[in-house]
């Protein structure tokens, strides 16, 4: 006998908690097959031409002529930016040494945000040697998953993101990158 009120509804609490734990073993899923095949696939770096700072022509990826097929070190800074003080001059000193010594890591760096004028003395005060396109609406980061300045992607010679460092990149990371790209380069 029913008393007329029919079926109950399933309380709200249940149907969250039903949830929750779907969403779990969802996540747990994802990442056994992501650790399953030792590391997550690689995706492509995104394209992208941007007029250079300095007003001498363009910036972009994929990188064309006697650069193409080499692995980048694509660096993300402003004027503005506090940490980017502190990191764009180490990463401007690198990038010197590496093309001192012929290494075939290619530098590309982007001055996001920020006025052309302000980006330029900036990068020159930090000893900028490689050419740096102006993004004056930040465009790009979010295409490099980048929320915020400074950041670093890493890209292998097939023009494949192999590591993205939001927020500043330490020497000993970049370093560690540079030895894993100059593996992934067509040599010299």
């Known amino acids: 006998m ?25 996540a747990i899923g994802l990442w056994v097959a992501l650790t399953a095949t030792g590391s997550p696939p690689l995706r492509r770096a995104p394209s992208f031409t941007l ?77 900028v040697s490689f050419p740096v396109g102006a993004d004056t609406a930040s465009a790009v980061a979010p295409r490099f998953t980048l929320v915020g300045y400074p950041g670093t992607v890493f890209i292998d010679a097939r023009d494949r993101v192999v590591d993205t460092v939001h927020g500043p990149v330490t020497r000993a990371v970049l370093d560690s990158w540079l030895a894993r790209l100059e593996k992934s380069s067509p040599g010299p």
Do not use: K
């Open 2 to 26: 029913t008393d007329g009120a029919g079926p109950r509804a399933p309380h709200p609490v249940r149907r969250r908690l039903v949830a929750l734990a779907l969403g779990i073993v969802v």
């Open 51 to 127: 007029p250079r700072l300095d007003g001498g022509g363009t910036v972009g990826l994929p990188l064309t002529g006697l650069r193409a097929h080499h692995p980048v070190v694509l660096t993300f800074f402003a004027s503005w930016c506090g940490p980017c003080h502190r990191e764009l001059p180490m990463v401007a000193g690198v990038a010197r040494a590496e093309q001192a010594r012929g290494g075939t890591v290619e530098f590309l760096g982007i001055d996001g945000n920020d006025g052309t004028a302000a980006g330029l003395a900036f990068a020159r005060a930090s000893g």
